[in-house]
């Protein structure tokens, strides 16, 4: 595997391509974007300008595939915003299955990448709304995945992993930090538990509402990107994770220099760009700032406890960093539950 991670090789991409109808190619270029292990290609073709991506492995790959491209088919049809599937020639097909491996390809999406203005991040919100609007009924025949970040043995497991001798260490202050941690986690899931989550309505959810997952025209949502973490949830989990993607503050390279706040005013915006569209029980509402801290810890932990990294930044620095901003959300819980019902 060359220097960037996983890449499509010469012979590989020319028989990927032929099973596509789109005409005369005229140039192939890598995109350096997202997941390394999933390499992706800048196709251009006398009938236009298209997107290649093949998938990492993974045992329920297919099914997850099929499942979110149903979604995408569904809300295409509905004249939501996302990017077009290309079908295969023969039989007109959205999954390419070869060797093992899985591949997409999508038309082209053209836009900008989220620019943090008032718009665009209540048209963030908004468009989360209609999203969950047009899926609130969803069927089709691939069994999706279930679950959350509520409430997770999975997160606690990894929580105990990253405090533990084996990966800590000496080093007391990552020992530390992961148990201050699950006080907060524990803390947040029990709260939204007694709110009622266990009986809330379930549906198909993005999983990844975030502005990375995006592009933009004129302050309006155009195009979302991925839909490889579509599962079956409470609504509400995806727009928690939203408000917390959308409101974080972290713009230099290092975490340890990421204040610990986050941005109030964006929070805001954005739920109350969701709230445009669907109004939320009292208890949904209230539920949220804990679900915020309950999807930052989870992201964070997960790859920190298998590798000691998240991505390539310091397991610590970025752990300590999840710590202040769950700790600043707590903190500052009667100001925010203000700001948020006002």
């Known amino acids: 595997m060359p220097r960037g991670g996983a890449h499509f090789s ?24 997202g997941n390394k292990r999933a390499p992706k290609m800048v196709i251009i073709s006398e009938q236009g ?23 995408q088919t569904h809300l295409e049809k509905k004249s939501f915003p996302v990017t077009s599937l290309v079908t295969t020639r ?8 070869l060797n093992n491996h899985i ?34 009924d969803f069927a089709c025949q691939w069994k999706p995945l279930k679950g959350s970040f509520h409430d997770s043995t999975t997160v606690r497991r990894h929580l105990k992993t990253v405090g533990a001798d084996k990966m800590a260490g000496p080093d007391k202050k990552l020992q530390a930090t992961a148990e201050a941690i699950i006080i907060l986690y524990n803390g947040s899931s029990v709260h939204v538990s007694e709110l009622g ?10 999983g990844d509402w975030h502005p990375g997952n995006m592009l933009f025209s004129d302050n309006k949502l155009t195009a979302v990107l991925d839909f490889d973490s579509v599962k079956i949830a409470p609504a509400v989990t995806d727009l928690a994770n939203g408000m917390l993607q959308f409101s974080i503050v972290g713009d230099r390279p290092n975490p340890a220099d990421w204040p610990g706040y986050l941005d109030q005013a964006k929070l805001v915006q954005f739920l109350n ?13 209230n539920s949220l700032l804990d679900l915020m801290i309950e999807t930052m810890i989870a992201e964070a932990v997960l790859p920190v406890a298998a590798t000691g990294f998240f991505g390539n930044l310091s397991g610590l620095d970025f752990l300590k960093m999840i710590r202040r901003k769950s700790e600043w959300l707590d903190k ?8 948020i019902g006002a």
């Open 103 to 136: 591949y997409e390809f999508f038309k082209f999406a053209a836009g900008l990448r989220y620019d943090g203005s008032a718009e665009a991040t209540i048209d963030a919100g908004r468009k989360l709304a209609k999203f969950h609007r047009h899926l609130a």
């Open 197 to 206: 989550f266990d009986s809330w309505a379930e549906q198909v959810v993005h």
């Open 332 to 339: 500052n819980r009667k100001k925010l539950t203000q700001a």
């Open 90 to 97: 023969d039989e007109n097909n959205t999954i390419l299955q």
């Open 273 to 285: 760009g969701y709230r445009e569209e669907i109004k939320l029980k009292a208890n949904e509402l």
């Open 49 to 71: 300008k298209f997107f290649l991506k093949r998938r990492p492995k993974g045992k329920d790959d297919f099914y997850r595939v099929a499942f979110g491209h149903s979604v």
């Open 10 to 33: 010469s012979e590989e991409l020319a028989r990927v391509l032929s099973y596509y109808d789109i005409g005369v190619i005229h140039q192939v270029t890598p995109l350096s974007a």
